[in-house]
């Protein structure tokens, strides 16, 4: 298993995903299975997952908004900067899928459980995995 990670403070979003997917694209040696984005409140996330698909369309992508900023083994990024990086992991014996399910405002134990059941079963199709008990949720 091969972990690779790229970050900046640039605040236009599609600069910052352009020189963020160049960083990566230097330091991989292979397809990521999977790409983990962060990113401060400054970023947009519908450009930011846009940008990713195109620059890795076979990989399965993950993102979030971090409250402050973030950090790799570089250093940290953001607190106080508009920020954005990802982590990658790439690994030729590993299936991942992804899956979000939305919740309805003030969902109940009912509503989080069968979410949590469609996206679950979305993501171990996506895996090719249907059925599987997975190793990491």
Known sequence: MKITTAANEIADTRLAIEAMVHALELRLTEKPVILKASYTEHHDPNIILAGLQAAFPDT????GSTHEGLFTEQRTFGFGKPAIGALTICDDDTDVGVAVEALPENASNDDIT???????????MQADRLGELPDLI
């Not at 399965?60 to 993102?63: A, D, E, N, S, V």
């Not at 069968?114 to 171990?124: G, K, N, Q």
């Open 114 to 124: 069968a979410a949590l059941s469609i996206a679950l079963e979305r993501a171990e």
């Open 60 to 63: 399965q992508i993950l993102g």
